[in-house]
């Protein structure tokens, strides 16, 4: 099944560089608890003035919630969200000493490491992905690759750049010729490839999945790449749990190390509804990390299915 556009690439997402590097500076400079004062305003203002967004949120909380969420749980996720913002600029400056963070499955990733042949770490827009910087003092060596589409390449390493001018991640973009080479030689070298799976970009192969009580498309390509490349695939979310705490969960999804090509297509969906799966638990357990502003299962593309 080929999905048309999606909704959330139709919209830019709001947002100012020149505001970021502001907030940038009177953050580094006052300290997260004096800087966080301004997220309140933000998160009013977005609150007030951005309807579509707020109507998605209300749909996608009275799934999780199971209930009616109250005006004051819908501002929640939206203050969690500016909040989660925030936060990058202090995580991608290695200021973890401003945050609590726990982690629950490390040694995935450390039997990963000790094999040396490197695994999937796929994502969702639930929590903040950068808390997994934060293992790199726990680990050292560890290494994550992010493959994402040019765009939002592009628009990551704009963020990054106004955060921390030094800031350089390896970021490999797909859609060209070479991406999937790029991305195989860095999984021989042992590196993690941390991809967000929960988004289609349109005019793709996805699948249709019981998500929060009504299907939901969710995109073949990632998990199609780590089948091809027969590598495991791991969970990763980095749960944004109130004041400054943090709780960084990897979960094991698939491993397709010894899938037969024959098997593949098998395989691929039913690692796809156990991402689902797992995801789906986590937006129970932390409901306001979900960062979907949009409206997630009736998009142009759940629509044409």
Not at 21 to 46: E, P
Request: with cysteine.
């Amino acid at each position: 099944m080929n999905a048309p556009s999606a909704e959330w690439a139709r919209h830019r997402e709001r947002g100012s560089l020149r505001l970021l590097k502001l907030m940038s500076l009177v953050s580094l400079h006052g300290g997260r608890r004096l800087s966080r004062v301004f997220l309140y305003g933000i998160a009013l203002y977005f609150f007030c003035f951005a309807p579509q967004a707020r109507r998605a949120s209300r749909r996608y909380l009275r799934r999780a919630l199971q209930r009616n969420p109250s005006a004051g749980e819908r501002f929640r996720q939206i203050l969690y969200f500016a909040t989660v913002i925030h936060d990058r600029v202090f995580l991608i400056n290695d200021r973890f000493e401003e945050f609590e963070i726990s982690v629950e499955g490390e040694a995935l990733l450390r039997e990963r490491m000790h094999a040396g042949n490197g695994a999937f770490l796929m994502g969702a827009h639930l929590g903040s992905f950068e808390v997994l910087r934060s293992l790199g003092r726990r680990q050292p060596g560890l290494s994550v690759v992010m493959a994402m589409y040019e765009d939002n390449a592009r628009r990551i390493n704009s963020i990054l750049t106004a955060i921390n001018p030094a800031a350089r991640p390896e970021i490999v973009p797909l859609g060209h010729m070479d991406s999937m080479i790029r991305i195989g030689e860095r999984l021989d070298q042992g590196a993690f490839v941390g991809v967000l799976a929960d988004r289609t970009l349109g005019d793709e192969s996805v699948r249709r999945v019981q998500f929060l009580g009504s299907p939901a498309s969710f995109p073949l390509g990632p998990m199609r790449a780590a089948a091809i490349m027969r590598r495991p695939v791991i969970f990763m979310a980095g749960l944004y749990r109130g004041g400054n705490r943090y709780h960084l969960v990897l979960e094991p999804v698939a491993d397709f190390s010894n899938v037969s090509r024959a098997d593949r297509d098998a395989a691929v969906n039913a690692a796809v509804d156990r991402y689902a799966a797992v995801l789906e638990k986590y937006c129970r357990l932390e409901p306001y990390d979900w960062f979907n502003f949009f409206d997630f299962w009736d998009d142009a593309h759940a629509r044409a299915a």
